[in-house]
């Protein structure tokens, strides 16, 4: 089940919504948030609408910035409608791409879950004008950009753009219209109404991935239009339209394939109170397809993001981008992983890790160790490295096994839990208790410390194995309200992908809330897991 979210900019987008007045000299951009109807979120719509934050965020600048944006300045705004991605200069993709586990403790075993892009991007390719900027910000297997967006968008350009034979009847009719708008009509008339960026679009037809020097949940399409995006037309813009896309003047001619403006910028964000500021105040990478893409990219992200202090970084191919992306997480889960070991050794000689980990990071090239508790949890360290491993297979094509620390990793911290449901097992044994007849209290369900993300947490694992082991489980945590993963299972985040797969005695979970009061949480208890 994965939305979408698309984002476009435009100098009149009041047809749209009765909020949406558009972009205007002192508010440039308008943003459309498209969610796709699913049962699961389309309620979130007319909350967006209201000006009211559909999720409730650690962060307090989360909700009066909705509110802002599209009660005050009314540039923001959200649909469920394909069509809106028709007006969009830029549109910003990040549907979900998760890696599905068939077992635990085996990353291997698994596949990248790319349908819900790979269907987004069919969507896009048939609905958005030849000029408009498509920007990647899901994490993604490496290579997806170029191996699997390109070709699904050019295609659409072949289809849509190409010989007539091959273009869709209402694609005919918006590429006779077009001729029309640039003048070239019987008398032969050679005034052109094309964008600067339209026309750096069709100037790079030639330029493919392979060349050029560009080389061979949740979800969210997010669309922008910008006020400067097109020139404005004599009588109004609707006039000349006359009931047909706004889109229509930027369609090429049918002798041209316009070349795809394909971008990839992954997302550096971190949940908690500093949730906005992660965003705007941090340090991004960027690339594009060809050099078109790449410039726009560029000038896209400097307009919202805060490049002065945090400059850019801007490389030559997707991939590139995309690899930096998924050894940046992998490089932090194998050091979580690697503690692993140590702890294990430190447990069993009497050894405070903590201790040791303290006078380690006293050092400047060790001031970012981490202990990983029972697990490392969030969205992205637990799965992103597998999404590279099976890239070099599946998409890049090879056969070989050169991957041997990044999925030992993932193993290793997935696990990690069953040790930590062991440690429980073995102590109420000492006090002459077992765990089937024990009253336990976990006190903590988020992945980590001042947020609500219970996303892949370790905690979840340790509350699963101690149920299978037949234990009384109670759960206080100040941030989070409900435990979806436990109480929807049978759904949620997916049907098929609860990790109650992995356990038996299971069912009960579903009936576990999240004890608000600790005291009453602690009441009875035979144990208590921090």
Known sequence: GSSSSLVARRSSLSSLSPIASGPSPKYPKFVIGVQRPSTRSYWKIPLLNRGIAPVEAED????PLIARCVNKKKTLTATFTEDALTLADCVVVDVQCDYFKETLGNCRQGHAEIAALEDSLKVIGDKIRPDCLVLIETTVPPGTTEYIAYPIIKKAFERRFGSPDQARPEDTKLKTLDSRLRGND???GSSSLMSPAYEEAVGSAAMSPAGGGAGGGHSSLVAHHSLLSSPPLEGGRGEVASGLALSTIHHPPSTIVPEPLLAHSYERVMPGREYVASIRDFWRVCSGVNPTARARVAKFLSEVLNVEKFPLTVLDRPIESETCKIVENSYRATILAFLDEWSLFAERNGVDIMKVIQAIKVRPTH???????PGIGGYCLPKDGGLGVWAYRHLMGFEDDIFKITPM?????????LHAAELVRDALRNMGKIVAASKIVILGASYREDVGDTRYSGSEALVRKLTEMGG?????????????????????????HSWARFFRNQESLTDLRIEPDMKAALKGADAVVL
Do not use: C
Not at 60 to 63: G, L, N, R
Not at 409 to 417: G, K, L, S
């Open 186 to 188: 019987k008398k032969g």
């Open 367 to 373: 001031s970012n160790m981490i202990f990983p508790g």
């Open 472 to 496: 009384e489980i109670r759960v206080h945590d100040p941030y989070v309200k409900h435990w979806w993963e436990l109480e929807k299972q049978d759904t949620y985040p997916a049907p098929g």
């Open 409 to 417: 990793a993932i193993d290793i911290n997935d696990t990690r839990a």
């Open 60 to 63: 307090p600048e989360v909700a």
